[in-house]
């Protein structure tokens, strides 16, 4: 009989295991709020200030020397914060890195990362970087995405980290925006909902955390919060059917966490100069009451000038809390911080149940993200392991789902590898993988390079030499780390670029889609649009030429009145 009721038991275990692993990865907004043993043994060998601690993330590099990464453990053996916010250096140094400080910390440390394409956005010379998310809005399968979010999640889990800070739900409708733009799906609400609610879920079903930004939207600002805190002077008509629209949308399909950013909304609240990261109306009285957010609530950085110019020495920190924040990102001071929300909490300011609540939450995510079983991350084969064939087989898949058409299959379908061909690239000086595959098809052509700074006499001479051949293809390249809206060529070379664009020109252009708005191309036979200037991008348009591939992208915002989200051929 005991034996039976033994195996019952068991039974009753693993099935209950079983079907924990089947359901947590969707139902992280109702763990964090329930009671769980491993919590509350945790909680209760925290002193006061360590519980305060358990709500800050501290900066950590390890591409600033052996001295910098010694001077964090200093500050996480002093003060032992809740996690960390991970930014540039190399996969098996962060590892080594990340060993370390786990040793180190009392209670696990929550890893955070800005990964919006992946873990090569902070180490792009030895990881993989996946596809913009202005390019992924190009994708007319979603399906990709959340493959995508999938394979971030095994990335992040084999180098040991647990929450990254996408996906960006902010709807850029403004092309001049300087911060957001290409990180953004595009200028459709319904159509970046759906994208980031793809990457969401991967991630989220791939067992690490995702957070929604810039809440309660970043996309229609030309200020760069990073320097100075831009403002939205829409009134909440306008933020309710545009701005939130996303962040209602998700939170409802079960968003793990919503990163708030450092703008002044006076329409949510009308305080001077006051961040709605900091202010109470907009997380706790919209985003939490309003919205009825019950997951995690985490600040953009918080040594940003958005944040610090005008609440200055820990102020902005304590308002933070204040405000009803679970986690708070790179704290200017952060031993500061804690003693300054300590004396809140003693005057009142600040209630301690409300501390104790959300230091209950932090470490049911820990519990959730598995963190309640310590393990070292393993450095062998790691950075194989993060390059695998699989992955970099779904990057150029997604490439090739979002290489646009934006004009005529005319001069793609009489491009001929036989026929003589000028191939005129501008924006560099030596040929990068598109030129290098082309070279390879073509039985004669000559290679042109205008570097952007050319004299109009040059440049004149290159008009002609190409206008020899009998097929053109002209190559725009924005070479600069990051798309922008401007193409960043003197004046005549523009004017080049304008009048190359004929009848007998193929026109690709390798740079962010507002980019069409700097020059006059629509005169090509043909145009394609690769969105990015990187190897995957390139190849694609390389398949579209040689007609390997349909192009099957769309835009995913609006360039102009003749080029309209959703267009292409």
Do not use: C
Request: charged share 25%; net charge positive.
């Amino acid at each position: 009989m005991i034996k039976k009721l033994l195996g019952i038991v068991l039974l009753s275990t693993v099935l209950v295991t079983a079907g924990f692993a089947q359901t947590k990865k969707a139902d992280f907004v109702t763990f964090i709020n329930q009671k769980h043993t491993w919590v509350d043994s945790v909680f209760n060998t925290l002193t006061p200030k360590q519980r305060i601690a358990q709500l800050f993330l501290v900066r950590a590099h390890t591409n600033l020397g052996q001295k910098y990464i010694d001077s964090v453990q200093r500050v996480i053996e002093r003060e032992q914060l809740g996690g960390l916010v991970v930014f540039q250096g190399g996969p098996v140094r962060h590892a080594n890195m990340f060993n370390k400080y786990q040793k180190a910390s009392k209670v696990p440390l929550l890893i955070t990362f800005d990964g919006e394409w992946g873990l090569g956005m902070r180490m792009p010379d030895s990881t993989i970087s996946f596809p913009y998310q202005m390019t992924l809005g190009a994708i007319q399968n979603n399906n990709i995405i959340y493959e995508m979010g999938r394979q971030v999640a095994r990335d992040f889990q084999r180098i040991g980290m647990h929450f990254n800070f996408a996906p960006v739900v902010d709807i850029n409708n403004n092309p001049k925006n300087p911060v957001i733009n290409f990180r953004s799906f595009g200028d459709d609400k319904l159509k970046v909902t759906a994208k980031a609610k793809a990457y969401m879920d991967g991630m989220v079903q791939g067992g690490i955390l995702a957070s929604l930004k810039h809440f309660p939207g970043h996309g229609d600002t030309d200020v760069d919060s990073h320097h100075d805190l831009p403002q939205l002077k829409f009134d909440r008509k306008r933020l309710d059917s545009l701005e939130i629209y996303p962040f209602r949308q998700l939170i409802q399909a079960g968003a793990p966490s919503v990163m708030v950013a450092h703008m002044n909304i006076p329409a949510l609240d009308a305080t001077p100069n006051m961040p709605s990261s900091i202010s109470k109306k907009v997380v706790t009285d919209l985003l939490r009451n309003e919205l009825g957010f019950k997951g995690l609530t985490v600040t953009d950085a918080m040594d940003m000038k958005g944040v610090k110019k005008f609440f200055p020495n820990g102020e902005a920190d304590v308002m933070a809390i204040e405000a009803g924040h679970d986690l708070l990102e790179v704290s200017e001071n952060s031993g500061r911080a804690i003693d300054l929300i300590q004396k809140a909490i003693a005057s009142g300011r600040i209630k301690q149940a409300d501390i104790d609540a959300r230091v209950k939450k932090v470490l049911a995510a820990k519990l959730w993200v598995g963190l309640d079983k310590r393990q070292n991350v393993n450095t062998r084969n790691l950075i194989q392991d993060l390059n695998t064939p699989s992955a970099q087989s779904l990057v150029q898949r997604m490439a090739d789902a979002a290489i646009t058409l934006v004009k005529s299959e005319r001069g793609l379908k009489r491009f001929d590898v036989r026929r003589g061909t000028a191939v005129v690239s501008v924006g560099i000086d030596k040929a990068q993988d598109f030129e290098k595959g082309l070279a390879l098809q073509l039985t004669q052509h000559d290679q042109y390079y205008v570097k952007g700074n050319e004299t109009e006499e040059q440049l004149e001479e290159l008009i002609k030499a190409a206008r020899g051949h009998r097929q053109i293809v002209l190559v725009v390249h924005d070479n600069r780390s990051r798309p922008r809206s401007e193409l960043d060529f003197n004046d005549a070379t523009k004017h080049f670029i304008d009048r190359l664009a004929g009848r007998r020109t193929v026109t690709v252009m390798f740079t962010n889609p507002y980019a069409l708005n700097s020059v006059d191309v629509m005169r090509s036979s043909s145009i394609l649009l690769g969105y990015q200037n990187d190897f995957f991008m390139q190849k694609a348009a390389l398949k579209v030429l040689l007609k390997q591939i349909k192009p099957e992208g769309r835009l995913p915002v609006t360039i102009s009145k003749d080029l309209k989200n959703g267009d292409g051929i």
